[in-house]
């Protein structure tokens, strides 16, 4: 006589592994009732679709951004899926945000993916839910940042994640952190200040502001000086400590943050997006 699983028994099985109801009655039939053997029938299950969905693009996904209680430390991290469909599934970005909460506690995505997920590794419930959900899932960014204060911001949907560090923890400091990160998630710049923009970028505008010149036929002497003004303006326009504050378009990042506090200064950020 072959074996039937109960509605119990098969909503326990659900619960434990978030596959569907057809899947988990299919694995508790083949397990003969054994709950255990049901949950590794349905991770190899997982395994195989995995195994077949790698060469897939996980281009869609949540972007999380967190910071613990302490606050001093924060991280952003994507889980990535296929589908948009998939990506705003409330089941998916709760797990998104469980794996964001562990995330706090590393340094690295080798230490995040080996860690304990209710009785197995993230890297093996992201295997499961593989098999559960038929998209190729994946940790993609994993950025962490420490600092005397930080605060995080999470936009569009979950599409973008960022984290804003300060130089101190004052009062007032954990409301502007978050303004911070909010204008980093919104304008992206390219690095904190004149002095931590990559060379090659440097270069590059410079190249692009000669060229123009050239093209409207500014004079060779003259080319190398105007180059250098609009490059300040580009320092100006795309660092964060010299970009106009969005909340009120007139103020420097930099000169709000000192509102706070004549002292305070942005000491670093962190910003992923979709």
Same mark, same amino acid.
């Given at each position: @006589?072959?074996?039937?699983?109960?509605?119990?028994?098969?909503?326990?099985?659900?619960?434990? &592994?978030?596959?569907? @109801?057809? $899947?988990?009655? +299919?694995?508790?039939?083949?397990? #003969?009732?054994?709950? /255990?053997?049901?949950?590794?029938?349905?991770?190899?299950?997982?395994?195989?679709?995995?195994?077949?969905?790698?060469?897939?693009?996980? &281009?869609?996904?949540?972007?999380?951004?967190?910071?613990?209680?302490?606050?001093?430390?924060?991280?952003?991290?994507?889980?990535?899926?296929? !589908? $948009?469909?998939?990506?705003?599934? $409330?089941?998916?970005?709760?797990?998104?945000?469980?794996?964001?909460?562990?995330?706090?506690?590393?340094?690295?995505? #080798?230490?995040?993916?080996?860690?304990?997920?209710?009785?197995?590794?993230?890297?093996? +419930?992201?295997?499961?839910? &593989?098999?559960?959900?038929?998209?190729?899932?994946?940790?993609?960014?994993?950025?962490?940042?420490?600092?005397?204060?930080?605060?995080?911001?999470?936009?569009?949907?979950?599409?973008?994640?960022?984290?804003?560090?300060?130089?101190?923890?004052?009062?007032?400091?954990?409301?502007?952190?978050?303004?911070?990160? @909010?204008?980093?998630?919104?304008?992206?710049?390219?690095?904190?200040?004149?002095?931590?923009?990559?060379?090659?970028?440097? /270069?590059?505008?410079?190249?692009?502001?000669? $060229?123009?010149?050239?093209?409207?036929?500014?004079?060779?002497?003259?080319?190398?000086?105007?180059?250098?003004?609009?490059?300040? +303006?580009?320092?100006?326009?795309? !660092?964060?400590?010299?970009?106009?504050?969005?909340?009120?378009? +007139? &103020?420097?990042?930099? /000169?709000?943050?000192?509102?706070?506090?004549?002292?305070?200064?942005?000491?670093?950020?962190?910003?992923?997006?979709?």
């Amino acid at each position: @006589m072959s074996y039937k699983a109960t509605a119990a028994e098969v909503g326990k099985l659900r619960n434990a &592994t978030g596959a569907g @109801m057809m $899947d988990s009655k +299919k694995a508790l039939v083949e397990a #003969e009732g054994d709950f /255990d053997k049901a949950i590794e029938i349905l991770r190899k299950q997982g395994q195989k679709v995995a195994a077949k969905r790698a060469d897939r693009d996980s &281009t869609e996904g949540a972007v999380i951004a967190k910071v613990n209680a302490e606050q001093t430390k924060g991280i952003v991290i994507s889980l990535n899926c296929e !589908t $948009d469909f998939v990506a705003k599934n $409330d089941a998916f970005v709760a797990m998104a945000h469980e794996i964001a909460d562990l995330a706090l506690n590393f340094n690295s995505k #080798e230490e995040l993916l080996a860690a304990d997920y209710n009785g197995i590794s993230v890297e093996e +419930k992201l295997t499961e839910q &593989t098999g559960v959900i038929g998209e190729k899932i994946e940790v993609g960014s994993f950025q962490v940042i420490e600092g005397a204060l930080v605060n995080a911001y999470i936009h569009a949907g979950n599409k973008i994640g960022a984290v804003a560090a300060l130089s101190a923890n004052v009062e007032g400091a954990s409301d502007v952190a978050k303004e911070i990160a @909010m204008q980093v998630a919104a304008m992206n710049p390219v690095a904190l200040d004149e002095t931590s923009v990559a060379q090659s970028v440097i /270069d590059t505008e410079l190249e692009i502001a000669k $060229d123009q010149l050239r093209q409207e036929g500014k004079p060779e002497n003259m080319i190398e000086n105007i180059a250098k003004g609009k490059l300040q +303006k580009f320092f100006k326009e795309n !660092t964060l400590v010299h970009q106009m504050f969005i909340k009120d378009g +007139k &103020t420097s990042v930099q /000169d709000h943050v000192k509102t706070v506090n004549a002292d305070l200064k942005v000491a670093g950020y962190i910003r992923y997006s979709l």
